[in-house]
C-alpha cells in the first residue's frame, strides 16, 4: 500500500511517500502555492502517479497540544481536496516535524535556511513515517 503524507503550509507543500512496502517515507518533492484550484490539481496528479491508496495530512496543533487558525486553515484545505480524490485521508500531529527536518538536513550538511523546499518535504516524510510507525 503506497500512502502519501503532505506538510501543509500558507505558500509551500511538502510532500512525502512511502516505498509500496508502507515501511518506509521518502521526501517527494514541494508544491509551491499559487491558488487552491492549481494546488490541488497538482496534489490530485500526484495521488495519481504515485497510486497512493491512503492521505495522510500534518496537523499543526499548537504546542498545548489545541487546535489554532492554522489547524482550521489545512482542514479547510483538505475538505476541498477530498472532494477530487477518492482515498482515506488521516490527519497526525505535526509539532516539531520541521525543527526534525532541520535537524537532518544539517547533520547531511545541508543549510536549511537556503532550502526551504528541502525543508518542507522532509517534514512530510517524519510526518509520513511517524504514521507509518505508528499503524505498525
Same mark, same amino acid.
Given at each position: 500500500m503506497r500512502r502519501l503524507a503532505l506538510d501543509i503550509g500558507n505558500k509551500r507543500i511538502g510532500v512525502a511517500v512511502s516505498d509500496i512496502?508502507?515501511?518506509?517515507?521518502? /521526501? &517527494?518533492?514541494?508544491?509551491?502555492?499559487?491558488?487552491?484550484?492549481?494546488?490541488? !490539481?497538482? &496534489?490530485?496528479?500526484?495521488?495519481?502517479?504515485? !497510486?497512493?491508496n491512503e492521505l495522510i495530512i500534518g496537523? /499543526?496543533? &499548537?504546542l498545548s497540544g489545541e487546535e489554532g487558525?492554522?489547524?482550521r486553515l489545512v482542514k479547510s484545505f483538505v475538505n476541498l481536496l477530498n472532494k477530487k480524490i477518492d482515498i482515506p485521508i488521516y490527519y497526525i500531529d505535526e509539532r516539531y516535524s520541521t525543527v526534525q527536518a532541520e535537524d537532518k538536513l544539517m547533520n547531511a550538511g545541508i543549510r536549511p535556511s537556503k532550502n526551504q523546499e528541502k525543508i518542507d518535504s522532509a517534514a512530510a516524510a517524519i510526518i509520513l513515517q511517524s504514521y507509518l510507525d505508528k499503524i505498525k
Open positions: 512496502t508502507g515501511l518506509y517515507a521518502f /521526501p &517527494l518533492t514541494t508544491i509551491y502555492r499559487k491558488n487552491i484550484s492549481n494546488d490541488i !490539481e497538482k &496534489l490530485y496528479q500526484l495521488i495519481i502517479e504515485k !497510486e497512493a496537523l /499543526p496543533l &499548537l487558525a492554522q489547524v
